[in-house]
């Protein structure tokens, strides 16, 4: 591993508290007046997709320089004269991250895991969350457990997050593996308890264990929430790697040799990552969902800013 590269102190396989402590100070690039991450990590443009929502207040009767836009025209046509909606800033807003720590996510060819930096962009969202005075909360799904952290807007929000995902993560690390595979469905669900109509909805994965049913699920969760889906890969999986001797792979549904001397067989990798992320592109977009794409190649905040 490259570590000197790295936000201190990680070696990019073991979390630690000072690790994921780090992302806390590296808010401020994206608290007001800076832009918002999103925006500014993804380009968006969409106002919906940026910024605090609003909730709506009271009506009261149209004043001089009120919003058009904003005219109650029920309340309006029943009593005779013009009223205007008044909307107040949405205030603690709940934000419910998905993390997968299953035994797919702790894999990293050349940099550092891809649950290393599953946590690090946690973390940073856990702290921006708070420090915008919204709540923050979590379900971890080990693909065997389910840690679930209702949102708070205090400090101990982050570090509660934080101390499970370093606990659970060494656990993962030790834990022997395991040939069968579970579906996310059980973890989508717990989301779904835990999140509140209106909240927003991150889930960060590898999407190996997504399946048709799942698909079902966040389907239910867009309906009445902002969902967002982080894509996190390792260049192995895309067929970026310096390794050409022959080694043995799974994708948990079958094991075979790879020659990754071969460039036809690492052309045929990236074809098959290709087709993947595509197709979870699709679905994002025909849910209305927000689809972004993080790789374990480079350290998170370089890619944020890049």
Do not use: C
Request: charged share 20%.
């Amino acid at each position: 591993m490259k570590t000197h590269r790295l936000s201190p102190p990680s070696d990019g396989v073991n979390l630690s508290l000072d690790e994921l402590l780090f992302f806390k100070q590296q808010t401020v690039k994206w608290l007001p007046p800076a832009k918002n991450l999103w925006s500014q990590w993804l380009g968006q443009h969409q106002s919906r997709q940026l910024g605090r929502g609003m909730d709506f207040s009271e009506v009261r009767q149209y004043q001089a320089g009120d919003d058009i836009r904003a005219i109650d025209w029920r309340v309006t046509a029943r009593t005779g004269k013009a009223h205007t909606k008044l909307f107040s800033e949405e205030r603690e807003k709940p934000v419910i991250l998905y993390l997968d720590l299953s035994q797919s996510m702790l894999f990293g060819s050349t940099f550092m895991l891809k649950s290393v930096l599953m946590a690090h962009m946690a973390s940073l969202i856990a702290w921006l969350t708070v420090a915008q005075k919204d709540r923050i909360g979590a379900v971890i799904d080990t693909g065997s457990r389910l840690i679930e952290l209702k949102p708070t807007s205090r400090h101990s929000g982050p570090l509660a997050l934080s101390q499970q995902l370093i606990e659970r993560h060494n656990e993962q690390l030790k834990k022997p593996a395991d040939a069968a595979i579970s579906s996310m469905t059980t973890g989508l669900q717990a989301v779904h308890r835990l999140a509140p109509k209106g909240a927003e909805i991150i889930l960060m994965s590898d999407f190996v264990r997504l399946t048709a049913s799942d698909e079902l699920w966040l389907t239910r969760l867009s309906q009445h929430n902002r969902v967002r889906m982080i894509h996190i890969s390792d260049p192995l999986e895309f067929g970026q790697t310096q390794f050409r001797g022959v080694e043995q792979v799974t994708d948990r549904k079958q094991t075979q040799w790879l020659d990754f001397s071969s460039r036809q067989n690492r052309q045929q990798l990236a074809l098959a990552f290709s087709h993947k992320q595509q197709s979870l592109k699709t679905f994002t977009h025909k849910t209305g969902m927000s689809f972004s794409a993080l790789t374990s190649e480079q350290p998170l905040l370089q890619q944020l800013s890049g």
